[in-house]
């Protein structure tokens, strides 16, 4: 009996020690928290503080935040997996990107194509933002001795003599690099692959000719580039929102009306603006952020 009993103490003993031990290893997550993360890119972060702004003063519920979490596999991966519970994308992203969709491509089909799928996995997009942001084909605005280019499609007869710069997520998307080369029988003499902040610096002093950017980049109308059309119609339409898991909207009191606050409260300007505020004038995000809110009446 006194044997049993020791090795009835002894087990539970070694069950204390190996909890202990399995929740030094578990990630620690403040109480009543909620993760916000972002995409490796100026814009993505500026959106993750926006959410992350309001839930804190509207949910009243501690904001842990990831900016940047990674491209966007990685936050899709991140929520998913609930290593994070929200971050901001955008509708075209996910379904060329992420779902490997190509068609049909108008604003409705393309969020409806999405909310379904993401549904499946218990991942909620909420209500668009109000803007898009769409991958741009930008140029230097052309001199005197220059051709005037204003259409992806007229891009075709004179890129064998040009050298292109994009992100690194560009080369490998469906809504990327092989897709335009295709669709527009594109041949470049050259590419650059880079960071998605480093592209209007490097086509700004003429290591590239070409670039693919942001639409709503404040860089872009700052430093005089000229957006090619996409004639073609390619590229998806890319409205902004964000993607939530369902538990964590079910989960946190007062999480869901705080993000739909944000629901068609910005256009581009208000975008390409705050983004201009970061990119350009160095500009703390976090100050830009709540300006926005306030200029919106989502803050006192």
Same mark, same amino acid.
């Given at each position: 009996?006194?044997?049993?009993?020791?090795?009835?103490?002894?087990?539970?003993?070694?069950?204390?020690?190996?909890?202990?031990?399995?929740?030094?290893?578990?990630?620690?997550?403040?109480?009543? $928290?909620?993760?916000?993360?972002? *995409? &490796?890119?100026?814009?993505?972060?500026?959106?993750?503080?926006?959410?992350?702004?309001?839930?804190?003063?509207?949910?009243?519920?501690?904001?842990?935040? *990831?900016?940047?979490?990674? !491209? $966007?596999?990685?936050?899709?991966?991140?929520?998913?997996?609930?290593?994070? &519970?929200?971050?901001?994308?955008?509708?075209?992203?996910?379904?060329?990107?992420?779902?490997?969709?190509?068609?049909?491509?108008?604003?409705? +089909?393309?969020?409806?194509? %999405?909310?379904?799928?993401?549904?499946?996995?218990?991942?909620?997009?909420?209500? !668009?933002?109000?803007?898009?942001?769409?991958?741009? %084909?930008?140029?230097?605005?052309?001199?005197? !001795?220059?051709? *005037?280019?204003?259409?992806?499609?007229?891009?075709?007869? =004179?890129?064998?003599?040009?050298?292109?710069?994009?992100?690194?997520?560009?080369?490998?998307?469906? @809504?990327?690099?092989?897709?335009?080369? $295709? %669709?527009?029988? /594109?041949?470049?003499?050259?590419?650059?692959?880079?960071?998605?902040?480093?592209?209007?610096?490097? /086509?700004?002093?003429?290591?590239? @000719?070409?670039? =693919?950017?942001? +639409?709503?980049?404040?860089?872009?109308?700052?430093?005089?580039?000229?957006?090619?059309? !996409?004639?073609?119609?390619?590229?998806?339409?890319?409205?902004?929102?964000?993607?939530?898991? +369902?538990?964590?909207?079910?989960?946190?009191?007062?999480?869901?009306?705080?993000?739909?606050?944000?629901?068609?409260?910005?256009?581009?300007?208000?975008?390409?603006?705050?983004?201009?505020?970061?990119?350009?004038?160095?500009?703390?995000?976090?100050? %830009?952020?709540?300006?926005?809110?306030?200029?919106?009446?989502?803050?006192?």
């Amino acid at each position: 009996m006194i044997r049993a009993e020791r090795v009835s103490g002894a087990v539970a003993a070694l069950l204390i020690a190996v909890t202990i031990a399995w929740s030094g290893c578990a990630p620690a997550r403040p109480a009543k $928290s909620v993760v916000v993360g972002s *995409k &490796d890119f100026s814009e993505s972060m500026l959106l993750g503080e926006l959410v992350a702004q309001i839930i804190e003063a509207r949910a009243g519920v501690r904001v842990e935040r *990831k900016f940047p979490f990674g !491209d $966007s596999q990685a936050c899709d991966d991140g929520v998913r997996s609930g290593r994070i &519970d929200l971050y901001p994308e955008y509708t075209g992203t996910a379904f060329a990107a992420i779902l490997k969709k190509t068609k049909p491509l108008t604003r409705e +089909s393309v969020r409806g194509e %999405v909310e379904r799928e993401y549904a499946k996995d218990g991942l909620v997009w909420m209500p !668009d933002l109000g803007f898009q942001n769409t991958f741009a %084909v930008i140029m230097r605005s052309p001199t005197a !001795d220059q051709p *005037k280019i204003t259409t992806v499609s007229a891009l075709g007869a =004179v890129s064998p003599e040009l050298t292109i710069g994009f992100g690194h997520e560009f080369e490998f998307r469906q @809504d990327g690099f092989e897709g335009l080369k $295709s %669709v527009y029988g /594109l041949n470049f003499k050259s590419i650059e692959r880079m960071g998605v902040d480093e592209v209007y610096d490097r /086509l700004g002093d003429g290591r590239v @000719d070409v670039a =693919v950017g942001n +639409s709503t980049d404040g860089r872009i109308p700052k430093r005089g580039f000229v957006i090619l059309e !996409d004639d073609r119609r390619f590229f998806p339409p890319y409205y902004a929102a964000y993607v939530v898991r +369902s538990a964590a909207l079910d989960g946190t009191t007062g999480l869901r009306p705080a993000i739909q606050a944000l629901s068609g409260t910005l256009d581009a300007a208000d975008i390409q603006r705050a983004n201009a505020q970061i990119d350009i004038d160095k500009r703390d995000r976090g100050e %830009v952020v709540k300006e926005l809110l306030r200029s919106k009446g989502l803050l006192p």
